[in-house]
């Protein structure tokens, strides 16, 4: 059993930063790829950025420029660089990771972190 532990949430102004982190219980080589998605209240979960672990990434349009995910491969651990907050990325942030065998992708998930921007 994977577990996937967030932290790094909190509140925080308009304008500012947050840097969310998710440490692996394995290697993070052993994933295919791993992301943060974010739930926001009444809206269904969505994808925020992916890394690859070839090493490209992808994001959401709403994030791009704004949001940088990167990655320790020494701590086993994804982060998520938050840049220039708006209200609307208030939400619980999830790590996600991915494992993909001959037969089965394999979706691993964190609890979350709450990121609430306000002032």
């Known amino acids: 059993q994977v577990q996937l532990v967030e932290s790094g949430g909190g509140l925080v102004q308009p304008g500012g930063s947050l840097r969310l982190s998710c440490a692996a219980s394995r290697s993070i080589f052993s994933f295919d790829n791993m992301g943060w998605y974010r739930q926001a209240p009444g809206k269904e979960r969505e994808l925020v950025a992916r890394?690859?672990?070839?090493?490209?990434?992808r994001y959401v349009d709403a994030v791009k420029g704004r949001f940088t995910i990167s990655r320790d491969n020494a701590k086993n651990t994804v982060y998520l660089q938050m840049n220039s907050l708006k209200p609307e990325d208030t939400a619980v942030y999830y790590c996600n990771a991915v494992r993909v065998d001959a037969t089965n992708v394999i979706n691993d998930w964190g609890k979350g972190t709450l990121v609430t921007v306000s002032s």
């Open positions: 890394i690859i672990m070839g090493g490209s990434t």
